[in-house]
């Protein structure tokens, strides 16, 4: 029976995607000159572990590439290799022609092969310097005796007997065997003493073990290149037939040697010698198991989450409560007599209790640490500082606050360009730190956490803050201010999110063409978030992103206009009132303001906005919800607040149209639809209100 390896694909690239995060990390993270022996070995598994499981499947060019990457971490870590800035640097740049080369096997492309050869051209060169240093040392005592290895002649007696637990490892022996055979001429006889009866049989126990008789002129070190893999998982010896030696053995074998003797030979068939290119390579393993989680590796079309098993068994328990209270209601279809009211509530009760446990244990499943987005930003921020001749610091806090996937794979590039940004403009070059009194090292912040709903990210530097005077002087170049217009401080950092607006003296290929800001906040918005920036001149800046927990349920409240339920999400409302006449000066014919504890805020009649007939007109008999979007406040008028409950989001534009001032729909408890309003949305358009088409195409809606 043939195995379809297809199936292993998407799990063999997410924990290689895994790896080379791990070794990204650890290389940023080494000290130049004084390794960490811990961080230097991790950075050495995780490349041995992509080169195996990209050899065992025909990955051929990516394994060819990681073992010469592999053999320079190794003798880092035998300390007979300096850790360098070149070779960190030549090191990050593999990890980069790794993830594009995984890139382009996980989703059927083609890689640029000359800029991976180039990489490791660079590779070898760091390998050829190392050795030549050495050699010249070695050639200045020529004379001494050397402690050389022992010549590798004769042939090789191996021992092999894996541990029972090997395949729960995601390892196969017959590969282990192949590589062997690859080597030299390989007679292999299998040890069958260990398998029990056929009840007492486990398919996902290793039974087997082998005795190989190896011939040729094979270096000891090669054989056990070929173990590595397994070392720890495994029984080996290793004897030297033509002198009866044994030379290594990492445990006593469990079963006799000599029973393999009686046993049949195995043919293992040789190592394929795959060398295509990326369309033609479609070979994979799942190499191993584990509750990680998956970290933008997942393969193309598809999408899958690592979830902890304590999630999943929370989930089953509250499964297992719903079949009771359904059985407990099921009772009452039953029960001819009379209906006990009390219990029939009760159970109502605790089948609601259990749905919203339920739904929350399954928002918990999407739930993913932010730092899934964040380990990205070392690298960036090591990578650009040295390009603008700037030395910065990163922090970071708060990496394990958790967020849905789906918003933590959106939120990606808005903070790229956020980090850019601050990297670009905000940190000065250290002769500029000097003069103003700062440390030449700048700062760069990180921070996320959750604050009630919501989750804030917070991105912070030190650096020169924003030049008001400057921002305003172009402002009024560009006539977006009037000559003799006076904004407070706050409006005026507000400008740079305009389109197009950028007070960079030179365009760079970091930042600086005025294209990028606005963007950052549109996508900022689509998330259902807002933006907010704190900045003080001369001292840095802070960006303030609030974003939802979840784009799938969102707390809402539900208000009623004329006959049609709206829904306002609770993170926008800033208040309920009571609307009282004097308060309300009008302007600008209809227009009208209420005045709510000194400030003016525009009164939003929904009625008008949506084209329906409410149950009144006049302010004193409704409701104003006073909500908060886009920067901006406003009263929106409602009949009556119905109450509060959670609803499920579904996309308006997806299943309809887009509809200015409506963020989407759901269907309530009794089948109607309700829209979703979209409180900057509605400020914009009472601001500036539609065409009669557009009204009509919200009337329609």
Known sequence: MSIDIAQFHQVFFEESFEGLEVMESGLIDLEIGRPDSEAINAIFRAAHSIKGGSGTFGFTAISDFTHVLETLLDEMRNGTRDVTREAVDVLLLAVDSLREMLSAARDGSDFDAAAVAEVHDRLEELLKLGHGESTAVDAADATAPAAAAPASTGAWLIRFVPHPHLFTTGNDPVRILRELCALGEAQVQADCSRLPDYAEFDAETCYLAWTINLDGNVEESAVREVFEWIEDDADISLIREHDEEDVAVTAAPVADATTAQDAPALQVAPPVDDRRSGDDRREGEDRRGGDRRAAGGSASGTSSIRVDIGKIDTLINLVGELVITQSMLGNFDEDSGQIDYDKLREGLAQLERNTRELQESVMRIRMLPISFSFNRFPRLVRDLSSKLGKQVELKI???????????????????????????????????????????????????????????????????????????????????????????????????????????????????????????????????????????????????????????????????????????????????????????????????????LRGEYIPIVRLYEVFGVEPQSRVLEQGLLVVVEGEGQRAGIFVDELLGQQQVVIKSLETNYRRVEGISGATILGDGTVAMILDAGGLIALHRHPASPKAAHTNQAA
């Not at 991105?459 to 030049?467: E, F, M, T």
Request: proline fraction near 4%; glycine fraction near 12%; charge should be negative.
């Open 397 to 595: 806090v708060g990496e394990q606050t958790e967020l849905d996937k789906t918003v933590l794979e959106k939120i990606a590039d808005p903070l790229v360009h956020l980090v850019r940004n601050s990297l670009d403009h905000g940190i000065e070059p250290p002769a500029d730190r000097i003069a103003a009194g700062k440390s030449a090292h700048g700062t760069v912040t990180l921070a996320a956490r959750h604050e009630g709903g919501n989750i804030v990210i917070e991105i912070g530097d030190d650096g020169a803050g924003l030049n008001p005077e400057k921002l305003l002087a172009k402002a009024r170049e560009r006539g977006l201010v009037g000559a003799e217009e006076i904004l407070p401080e706050d409006k005026i950092h507000e400008l740079i999110f305009h389109p197009g607006f950028s007070t960079a003296k030179e365009v760079s290929d970091v930042s600086g063409r005025g294209v990028g800001m606005d963007v950052v906040k549109r996508n900022i918005k689509e998330l259902g978030g807002v933006i907010e920036l704190d900045s003080k001149f001369g001292h840095g800046s802070t960006i303030r992103i609030r974003l939802p927990l979840t784009l799938a349920i969102l707390d809402g409240q539900l208000v009623r206009v004329g006959g049609q339920t709206y829904i306002v999400p609770l993170v926008s409302i800033v208040e309920s009132l009571q609307a009282q006449s004097d308060r309300v000066k009008s302007v600008a014919a209809s227009a009208e303001l209420y005045r």
